[in-house]
């Protein structure tokens, strides 16, 4: 009979293999005599650009968000159900979260200790769950809080948070307003699937990501359950609360297209459904199959954000969108959406992509060549104020050398591959490659030297990374 332990023991190396394994067992008697052998989870994953935002120490596998919303859509009460693996064995962890009220913690059901600093919210649980903490262990919190969620001001000015409309509320999180709405891991690498439900006085509406699994009018309240299953990004994740008209179409593939259109843009934005299966089509043929269970937009009245943005599965649009504006937010549900920045320094794969599908979709609609595109993106000065790759703050993430500068980076990509199909082959390879995931820069760039079998150095260090615009050969 074979014996495990002396059959380890004969092995070279056996210490390597039972070393861990001694070292959980002594975790293991510590943590039962009522000592917790974890260590505090970082605040912050180091993000080049936020380095607080995020939080070390778990991933969160599931967020299910309820969300009492009043009258004015200027209060909520609202709980946080968040369920995480932890990544390392945990005494204390963080969640990211600005502002509101915290009424109470549990975490696997005991109360846990709470502090705040700032946007941190530091958890230490009850020495009971000391099990669920360990790393791989899968535990609950339960967050339940109020208040008026605040609108945050980015260091470029502009706006995002909880944005009141005329007539409700709308969030938006890029690149780090969730925490104004939700405790999390308010970090892109930390995707998770949600079930957001909101609860409005009757006649409004509650429109969020994913797919709504149930409406129910009761007491004069309607509660809206929309499920996310595809992992998502926080930033990603929308709420809009008001008096939208919702209409719900399929695609000729079955898709579900839900949209929801403000009443006072209504007449403007007839056509958005049906151009949304157009771009969702075309997409597809471009870039592969569209990532997710569904699609749709949520169009609001001008001045409700000062910016459109590519809210997972229904891009959110201050205003009735034109053509390009609706290329680019749907572009972004495979670039961004469904392949993630690692960290905000990489975000010229978002926005890159997103220009240049811009020009694609102008080449094959309104007879623009994408050459065109390129010389003029290159002949503005404004793309070439820093490298796409290197934003010098947080107030540069949204400027032009993100966009224009990311779409050249793809084109002269083009140009080098020299082979329509492959390069077109290279790019729905890196996205299925990525599904649903996060990648880097340095992945990507790995990614298309293997496939093509170029030494693109030259082309990353000019035209993605250089300080000056590269001479046109
Ligand atoms: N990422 C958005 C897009 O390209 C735009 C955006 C979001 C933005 N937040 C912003 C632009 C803040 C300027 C400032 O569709
Ligand atoms: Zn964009």
Redo the contacts with the bound molecule.
Sequence with gaps: MDHPTAAAARRTAHAAVLLPAVLALLAGCAAGLGGSMGTPGAAGVRDPYFPRLGNGGYDVTHYGLTLDVDATAERLSATAVITARATQDLSAFHLDLAGLEVRSVTVEGRPAAVSRAGSELTLRPDRAVADHLRTSGTFRTVVRYAGSPRTVTDADGSEEGWLRTADGAVALGEPAGSLTWFPGNHHPGDKAAYDIRVTVPEGRSAVSNGELVSRRTDGGHTTFHWRTREPMASYLATVAVGRYTVRRTVTQDGLPVITAVDPAVAGASAGVPARIAEVVAWGEERFGPYPFSSAGAVVGRRGDAGY???TQNRPFFPGPPDTGLLV??L??QWF?DSVTPESWRDMWL??GF??YAEWLWSEDHDGVPVAESFRKAYADEANWAFPASRPPGPADL?RPPV?GRGAMVVHRIRQEVDDDEAFFGIVRGWLSAHRHGNASTADFTAYVEEESGLDLTELWDTWLDGGSRPPVG
């Design positions: 459109a943005l590519e680019h937010e572009a972004h961004g978002n926005e997103a220009t949204s966009y």
